[in-house]
């Protein structure tokens, strides 16, 4: 448990991730082991600093206190454990959101004093933060969800549609190699993150590149023999 001295506010943050060890095996984003690792260990302590800059009380849960057999099961006791502790609210995120700011958490704890839930969309159907009051808080309900697949996003909506619901902007979350492309080419050049991943993951995306020039040139050499060499448009 880590609080300060604002712990009796009724929002609290729950940091809900795997350590850098068990994220590397479960997202084995860059080529070497070693980078893996420390690809996860860098968006660990990221998301813990952006955690602490907003002063409010926070918790975590990773691979060594989790309970139940699925995610759905995992995140809902989770939530479940930190509204025991006395708090109204839970503002849940992961540690797979480079886009995540302080602010938006701040926002977050802001809306849940008149919404029920507060969610903030990614881009692949899921979202990278959830807020519930303990009100609005069916755990049955919330462990069924479809949890890490693309339908998390509306099934979360339809949930709580009879709800006090309010909206975070969407942001990126990152489960792979072109997801951490896209976002680190959203970053400016000066950000020293930036140039954090894009050392780790150098090997990976020009891998990455290589592939996606193969996979063009062979749709292309393909409609060629078929007489239609003019149709296809080169994407790289």
Not at 30 to 39: D, F, G
Not at 179 to 205: A, E, G, M, T
Request: net charge positive; aromatic share 14%; glycine share 4%.
């Amino acid at each position: 448990m880590k609080y300060t001295n604002n712990y009796f506010k009724t929002t609290a943050i729950l940091l809900f991730a795997l350590n850098e060890n068990a994220q590397s095996v479960s997202k084995p984003i860059a080529c070497q082991k070693k980078q893996k690792v420390l690809l996860w260990k860098n968006m660990n302590e990221r998301v813990l600093k952006t955690i602490q800059k907003t002063k409010l009380p926070y918790f975590i849960s990773d691979e060594t206190n989790q309970i139940g057999n699925t995610f759905g099961q995992k995140i809902s006791f989770a939530i479940q454990k930190v509204i025991y502790k006395g708090f109204d609210n839970v503002i849940v995120i992961g540690n797979d959101c480079i886009e995540l700011q302080s602010k938006y958490l701040l926002e977050a704890s802001n809306k849940l004093k008149t919404n029920d839930v507060i969610f903030g969309p990614d881009f692949n159907g899921g979202a990278y933060l959830i807020g519930v009051s303990k009100s609005s808080f069916d755990i049955e309900k919330f462990a069924a969800i479809s949890w890490q697949t693309c339908t998390v996003f509306n099934e979360l909506k339809e949930l709580y549609c009879n709800h006090n619901t309010a909206f975070l902007p969407g942001l990126n979350d990152c489960n792979s190699t072109p997801d951490f492309k896209k976002v680190i080419h959203r970053l400016s050049y000066s950000n020293p993150f930036r140039h954090l991943i894009f050392s780790l993951l150098q090997d990976k995306f020009f891998i990455h590149h290589c592939e996606t020039t193969f996979v063009s040139y062979e749709k292309y050499f393909f409609n060629f023999n078929k007489g239609s060499p003019f149709s296809v448009q080169i994407l790289v």
